[in-house]
């Protein structure tokens, strides 16, 4: 009789907006810190994407 197997822990998919070039605003690849525009083959920066956060209003 053997064990049954159990799947490895993985992280939950985020379900956030993807990152889209500043030049050309097609989705990003990549990340965290450096991403990749594949249709301009350029390089982003985190830093250099808009990513503005606002807090959810209380109810």
């Known amino acids: 009789m053997s064990l049954p197997i159990?799947?490895?822990f993985r992280r939950p998919i985020r379900l956030t907006?993807?990152?889209s070039c500043p030049r050309c605003r097609t989705a990003l690849t990549g990340g965290p810190?450096?991403?990749h525009?594949?249709?301009c083959?350029?390089?982003v920066y985190a830093a250099d994407l808009n990513a503005?956060?606002?807090p959810r209003r209380p109810r």
Request: proline content about 11%.
């Open 33 to 35: 810190v450096l991403y």
């Open 41 to 43: 083959s350029r390089a």
């Open 37 to 39: 525009c594949g249709p």
């Open 17 to 19: 907006a993807a990152k």
């Open 52 to 54: 503005e956060f606002t």
């Open 6 to 8: 159990t799947p490895a």
